[in-house]
């Protein structure tokens, strides 16, 4: 997920024709392993709890909506601002994730959890100030980041209730699709060409789609299955962490002794989380 960050700035596509060619291409690459599970868990005899029904489906698309205006919100950012700051921001969403299990699902959330993510996001704005002293024009790129954070954690908190009933596959193919149609339809809307780039901008929109959409989003579908969606969204707070690190060798960003601090507490404040949720 990471990685994918930089190979994002690589391709130099405008964020939504980017998005869509993330998902587009990774829904097309498991079109048929997607057909196999669905045919193998479609309603039939019984009522098997993983059966593919309507309201789960409906859902994992919804959630996918949702996920593109994050990845065209997220992506149009990495173009404007760091690949520190957009992604730094981009995963404020378990502040949301926590406040929307709390409100929408009634999750007790201990306040050691609490504790653990506004440690987390502490180290978030230790490293972002020195951004902000060195590029302070980087606003609108900000705001774009922040704004898909928002759209993030509505994104986890439908796709966990899509989960209980999905298989990681179906899950994952099926709001991957949904995020897809969004993507293209804003961009029809905002009148971003999806063809016309350079044969290098596909070959890295299709790595991206395979680190990031392939690679990263059907493990965490996996994982949903299994955790809470307040304790993996927290977790994905590591990131932007390894995102700033890999972005000096690769991008040729500098890390200051801010941005060290705060990664440190960035990591911090995960494991504190991962603690309240085993205590």
């Known amino acids: 997920m990471a990685v994918a960050a930089i190979v994002v700035k690589w391709a130099?596509?405008?964020?939504?024709?980017?998005g869509f060619y993330r998902m587009a291409i990774a829904v097309g690459i498991f079109a048929l392993p997607f057909a196999r599970e669905a045919t193998r868990h479609a309603p039939s005899f019984g009522f098997a709890q993983d059966r593919l029904t309507a309201r789960?489906?409906?859902l994992a698309a919804?959630?996918?909506?949702?996920?593109?205006?994050?990845?065209?919100?997220?992506?149009t950012s990495l173009l404007i601002t760091s690949v520190a700051n957009a992604t730094l921001f981009a995963n404020t969403s378990p502040v949301w994730v926590g406040l929307g299990s709390m409100i929408l699902f009634k999750e007790r959330l201990h306040s050691m959890f609490w504790g653990g993510v506004f440690l987390a996001l502490s180290g978030m704005l230790v490293i972002l100030s020195q951004d902000f002293m060195t590029h302070p024009t980087v606003g609108v790129g900000d705001l774009y980041s922040l704004s898909a954070g928002l759209f993030y954690g509505t994104f986890f908190l439908i796709i966990q209730r899509a989960r209980q009933h999905l298989s990681p596959?179906?899950?994952w193919w099926i709001s991957a699709a949904g995020s897809a149609v969004t993507l293209f339809g804003l961009s029809f809307i905002f009148n971003q060409s999806l063809i016309g780039y350079p044969p290098e901008t596909y070959l890295n929109l299709a790595a991206v789609a395979l680190l990031a959409q392939v690679g990263g989003w059907l493990a965490i579908n996996y994982a949903l299955g299994h955790l809470r969606a307040s304790l993996v969204a927290p977790t994905l707070l590591g990131q932007p962490v390894l995102a700033a690190l890999l972005a000096v060798p690769l991008l040729g960003q500098s890390i200051g002794i801010a941005q060290m601090i705060g990664g440190v507490l960035v990591i911090g404040g995960i494991f504190i989380v991962h603690r309240a949720k085993t205590n």
């Open 12 to 18: 130099n596509a405008p964020g939504l024709v980017s």
């Open 169 to 171: 596959l179906l899950s």
């Open 56 to 58: 789960p489906v409906v």
């Open 62 to 75: 919804i959630a996918g909506a949702f996920f593109a205006c994050d990845v065209a919100l997220f992506y």
